[in-house]
């Protein structure tokens, strides 16, 4: 699909990186399959990986071409804050869809984010894996029960206006996006949340897609006992400060 008149986009899509060699083909493959009559553009913000994903992007490049393949990378590990704003400044879509790398946001969900979108005018869609037809693949029964713990002790304190928090499958108007991100101050797991209580509290219209959320396939997962400390750390700073 050609790009629009000065070579925008409609939707760009952020995909942030760190050794996902084995997920990234996979990943844009299926955002092509899924988009087919959609105006978008992929960008790969890659931290500096050292298993080759940044040769394995370039290679889809020629596949798919630079102006709907593009990787805008950075020298080391600085953030997901700072990757999802690295990619805006590279972004020519109107909307931004974020999502990871790993096969646990399957594409496949990308049109209902994008007709939610259209239906109701939300300024935010989020995936969600708390509501009717949305889950969890490939968690086990400790890591479902702390997960949910954890958003339903949100939920309570927080009062968000959305059922999943530290999801981070989202569409944003691009203004909406560009205004939440300077305001947060949070940094890994925590970002994502913050994010959407910012969203209410500013008053910009959320709406939910249920999602089935998979553990990844290929790779090691980066959530470890640091980011669930960091996680407590900041319900307490947001239940504080919002």
Request: hydrophobic share 40%.
């Amino acid at each position: 699909m050609e790009a629009a008149a000065g070579g925008k986009r409609a939707y760009s899509i952020i995909v942030p990186t760190y050794n996902e060699r084995l997920n990234v083909a996979l990943i844009v493959y299926l955002i092509f399959k899924h988009l087919p009559d959609v105006n978008f553009e992929i960008i790969i913000v890659d931290d500096g990986s050292p298993d080759g994903t940044q040769d394995i992007v370039k290679q889809l490049q020629q596949v798919y071409g630079e102006d709907r393949v593009l990787l805008r990378a950075r020298p080391r590990k600085l953030g997901l804050g700072t990757a999802y704003l690295h990619g805006l400044k590279h972004a020519s879509g109107e909307f931004v869809v974020i999502m990871d790398a790993d096969l646990s946001h399957h594409p496949k969900y990308l049109p209902s984010f994008i007709r939610k979108q259209k239906e109701t005018g939300a300024d935010v869609v989020t995936g969600t894996r708390y509501v009717k037809n949305g889950g969890v693949h490939g968690w086990n029964l400790m890591r479902k029960l702390t997960s949910r713990g954890a958003n339903v002790l949100a939920q309570t304190l927080l009062q968000p206006g959305a059922s999943d928090l530290t999801g981070s499958f989202r569409l944003y108007k691009r203004d909406a996006l560009e205004d939440l991100i300077s305001s947060c101050v949070s940094k890994g797991y925590v970002f994502q949340m913050e994010m959407i209580v910012r969203a209410t509290r500013k008053g910009y219209h959320i709406e939910e897609v249920p999602i089935t959320f998979v553990d990844r396939v290929f790779g090691i997962s980066k959530l470890g006992g640091s980011e669930i400390v960091e996680y407590l750390k900041g319900l307490v700073y947001l239940l504080l400060t919002t």
